[in-house]
């Protein structure tokens, strides 16, 4: 009972005492970069988000208010109707490549394989490298009159894939000013974004699958369930979470696409490859279009926020319950 | 039913298992008991199917099911960790065997109806593993093993995840469900009383090897090695001669007692001397000898049990009893003289087997 009084009359005085050198060399070192947290991220969210309602559509800033005229502009050209098809579609293909591709080899190299470091190393490798690099690399493998349509034409191929030259849009439904569907050209820039990021999602799936205790499969299996039962039934949605992970890093990956295009294939014919973001840096900084790129980023943050708030929201459901 | 033969089981360099054979009747409960590393786990899984014997079969009535895969074994397995699967209901978890098995729908709503009833677990039928106490979860986990009516259950150290309370209630509940349901069973465990309290047979084993293979009174009273003496219950060795008066008594130091023999002592003492092995009931305190001139020791130390006083007598320096004064109100002092009766109050010799 003594003990029990002492030790609250300290933990009361500790809240009244006025000054800590703990609690302010904690919230000292923070200050900076709070500031520059609070100054080139979110400050510049709301000036973007100020400058896409003003007419400063040249290279004189004119801070007048448009209201919504430059997101009506935007949504009105054919160009940024293509970047929101590609976009999705860029997102859709990439996501679900990444994630098969990278379940794959999860589950290869989760057979113990010997030399399992090296693989792990070796696939996780392209993750490393600049997505302007991977850009140029595969722009020269996949370039259709140099690259790997030699190889397909020693082995007598006749009609060789434009790949990202190609103009195609399947199934090609016309909707307002554009033709939806896929197309073609992205598959070419979906081969090299999926090989880039592809040992990304394996890594997380490994470190997933390993988190799945032996005697788990084991009572499976006495249960009775083969290999593809076991993956679908017990594995798959214990990986429930692991995949989410991986959708929502993707995804954000995905959206923010630039190099990789930049490098690659640039806009496009008839825009066929073009991203939003491309379009925005070209806008701004090339077009000087300054309040219309700031609707597209606008627009892109929207986007993103699609994908990233639903994640905020289960993140921190699981950090206050547990 | 089940017929383990020359089960051997090496690792790289090192042996698990040795030649284990033995023979389980229909709806018999046997206990695999030994001290980890003993190799029992690894004699349970070979039996699952989950690992494959270095050498020796495993028959299934006549089958030999040595090289088939689990699933075709028709074996329930309950495990330590419970291994349910957390994405699924307990319901659920009950039928994945019986979906797997195409049962139809009918047939498994009701088996898993059953199954909730008889472990008492109809109440969380549609919670979560994590939303279950232990307890429930190993419940569940009998359940899910026993589903598809599997002719042998194996269970692997089943109550030892368990706190003290609810593994004794879980014990009753596991030896109830298995006479009611008639399985055979085949439990591994390191706790000599779950075993003997559970089982119709023990097996005891020691570095991958079978100690003695009997029911629990015989493994507990007349245990054929020391390690099983020392392993199963308290027991201290002493070493007796022949009393040399032509009576079935032995003699430790001057005193001479009636003591059952095996038939290995038996040969031992005609040779010489041998040791029996004394458990602390059989040792009774008494403050003055009698005419039988019991030996004198000092007492180390008491502890109260509950049922029972435990005193650690010294009679020499290598030799400590440990004995239980049953309903025992007095504590003993350290220090205090006692003299130390010893009763066989083990098996009526009649009812020995190895003394006819």
Not at chain 1, 120 to 129: G, L, Q
Not at chain 2, 91 to 107: P, T
Request: charged share 20%; proline share 4%.
């Amino acid at each position: 009972m003594k003990g029990w009084t002492h030790a609250s009359q300290g933990a009361r005085m500790s809240v009244r005492r006025r000054f800590s050198w703990d609690q302010f060399s904690a919230v000292a070192t923070l200050i900076p970069s709070l500031i520059l947290l609070g100054v080139f991220v979110y400050g510049f969210i709301v000036w973007t988000g100020y400058v896409s309602l003003t007419n400063w559509n040249s290279f004189i800033p004119n801070f007048s208010f448009a209201g919504l005229q430059n997101y009506i502009n935007v949504f009105g050209t054919f160009r940024f109707q293509s970047d929101l098809r590609n976009i999705v579609v860029f997102t859709a293909l990439f996501i679900i490549g990444c994630l098969i591709v990278g379940m794959g080899l999860a589950l290869l190299i989760d057979q113990r394989v010997r030399a399992e470091g090296l693989f792990r190393s070796i696939f996780i490798f392209p993750m490393a490298i600049s997505f302007v690099v991977t850009g140029v690399i595969w722009s020269w493998i996949l370039n259709p009159g140099t690259g790997v349509n030699l190889v397909l034409k020693a082995f007598g191929w006749k009609t060789l894939p434009s790949w990202f030259l190609s103009t195609t849009i399947v199934p090609n439904i016309t909707l307002g000013q554009i033709q939806v569907g896929i197309p073609l050209a992205l598959l070419a820039v979906l081969i090299a974004a999926v090989w880039q990021m592809s040992g990304f999602a394996m890594a997380v799936y490994l470190a997933g699958l390993r988190g799945i205790s032996d005697d788990i499969k084991e009572a499976a299996r006495i249960d009775g369930a083969g290999a593809v039962r076991m993956f679908w039934s017990i594995i798959l949605p214990q990986l429930k979470s692991t995949t989410t992970t991986i959708v929502i890093i993707l995804s954000a990956a995905s959206l923010k696409v630039f190099g990789l295009i930049y490098a690659m294939t640039g806009p496009g014919q008839e825009f066929v490859t073009d991203m939003p973001s491309l379009n925005m840096f070209q806008t701004t900084f090339q077009g000087d279009q300054f309040a219309q790129g700031a609707a597209i980023a606008i627009v892109l943050l929207l986007l993103l926020a699609v994908f990233i708030i639903p994640y905020l929201i289960s993140t921190l459901r699981q950090d206050s319950s547990s | 039913m089940l017929s383990v033969r020359n089960l051997t089981k090496q690792f790289r360099d090192h042996t698990a298992v040795e030649d284990f054979s033995a023979e389980v009747a229909a709806g018999e409960f046997i206990a695999l008991l030994g001290p980890s590393g003993s190799g029992k786990t690894t004699v349970l899984r070979m039996v699952a199917g989950l690992l494959q014997p270095t050498s020796g079969a495993v028959y299934l009535g006549d089958r030999n099911v040595t090289k088939t895969r689990p699933k075709d074994r028709q074996i329930g397995v309950v495990f330590q960790s419970y291994a349910l699967f957390p994405h699924l209901t307990a319901g659920d978890n009950i039928a994945f065997s019986l979906k797997v098995r195409r049962w139809s729908k009918q047939d498994t709503a009701r088996r898993v109806d059953e199954l909730l009833e008889i472990t008492q677990l109809s109440h969380r039928k549609d919670y979560y593993p994590e939303q279950m106490s232990g307890g429930e979860r190993q419940r569940v986990a009998l359940a899910r093993a026993l589903a598809f009516n599997p002719p042998l259950l194996l269970l692997d150290e089943p109550l030892s995840a368990l706190d003290a309370k609810v593994r004794i209630s879980l014990r009753e509940m596991l030896k109830d469900v298995q006479r009611r349901l008639h399985v055979t069973a085949v439990m591994v465990t390191h706790d000599q009383e779950e075993a003997l309290s559970l089982a119709d047979r023990v097996i005891v084993m020691q570095s991958g090897q079978i100690e003695q293979i009997g029911t629990p009174e015989e493994v507990y009273h007349s245990p054929q090695t020391a390690f099983v003496s020392t392993f199963v219950g308290v027991a201290t060795p002493i070493p007796v001669t022949a009393a040399g008066d032509g009576s079935h008594d032995v003699r430790w130091g001057d005193y001479a007692f009636p003591w059952l023999l095996t038939i290995a002592q038996k040969r031992e003492l005609a040779d010489g001397g041998t040791h029996i092995y004394i458990r602390p009931e059989a040792v009774k305190l008494l403050s003055a000898p009698t005419a039988r001139h019991e030996p004198k020791g000092e007492v180390l130390f008491s502890m109260f049990l509950g049922n029972a006083v435990r005193v650690r007598v010294r009679m020499s320096d290598e030799i400590v009893l440990t004995a239980d004064v049953m309903g025992g109100k007095a504590m003993y002092r350290p220090g205090q003289s006692v003299f130390v009766q010893l009763r066989d109050d083990r098996v009526d010799p009649k009812d020995d087997p190895r003394d006819r």
